[in-house]
């Protein structure tokens, strides 16, 4: 079946150092992902998304690449900011159900 | 612009109290919508959605139930508390599968 999976947390990084998250996934068919975003004590805002093979997402200087050959779509950022302190879901829709299948989040801790 | 909204933001209840959650969204007609429950420091777990009036799909048996009683407006009830009930829920709403889902501030229920 369909599903993802996000590398365990927490990460904890310096500001300004380069962040990775990874994600991989698996799906029958042609999936759209997405990566959200929860900052502590509300719900999950939308990072940016990818809708076919080879799509890159990017928002506030995170991006991600949809990779159909390894099945992979890893956040990253240049230069991370203590605001960027967060946990980070990674998301897949496989299109022909009305639901998500969300990774289990990675927190990330970025200290000044 | 389309807005999601939740109340309560916290609730306490004793066990074997009843729950009703509500979540109403505006500036959209038809949308799909889901109730998230997030333990604390877990993932998303995916009680139930729904894609019309008095459509309700379950994804997870257990003592809560959902109804739809208006286009816009999904509610999550039960009429006995537990204390695994207590997590932080979210709604979330998607023009379609195969779109993004925008999620509420979430409701904090403890149950004591």
């Known amino acids: 079946g369909d599903s993802v999976t996000q590398m365990e947390g927490p990460v904890t990084l310096s500001e300004e150092a380069f962040l990775t998250i990874n994600c991989t996934y698996t799906a029958t068919g042609y999936p759209s992902l997405f990566w959200y975003v929860q900052y502590p004590g509300e719900g999950l805002q939308l990072l940016l998304k990818?809708?076919?093979?080879?799509d890159k997402g990017s928002n506030k200087g995170f991006e991600a690449t949809y990779r159909k050959e390894t099945t992979s779509f890893h956040l990253e950022k240049g230069s991370v900011q203590v605001s960027d302190s967060a946990v980070y879901f990674c998301a897949l829709d496989p299109g022909n159900f009305n639901k998500f299948y969300f990774g289990s989040g990675t927190k990330l801790n970025v200290k000044p | 612009s389309q807005t999601i909204h939740q109340w309560p933001a916290t609730l306490v209840q004793p066990v074997g109290s009843p729950l009703s959650l509500e979540c109403t969204v505006e500036g959209t007609s038809n949308p799909n919508l889901y109730w998230y429950r997030q333990a604390a420091g877990r993932g998303l777990q995916l009680l139930f959605y729904?894609?019309?009036?008095?459509?309700i799909s379950s994804e997870v048996p257990q003592n809560l139930s959902a109804s739809r009683p208006q286009d816009r407006q999904f509610i999550l009830s039960s009429k006995k508390l537990l204390l695994s009930d207590s997590g932080f829920y979210l709604c979330?709403?998607?023009?379609?599968?195969?779109?993004?889902?925008?999620f509420g501030p979430g409701t904090r229920l403890t149950v004591t």
């Open positions: 979330a709403w998607s023009p379609d599968r195969g779109h993004e889902q925008y």
């Open positions: 729904s894609v019309g009036i008095g459509q």
């Open positions: 990818a809708t076919k093979a080879d």
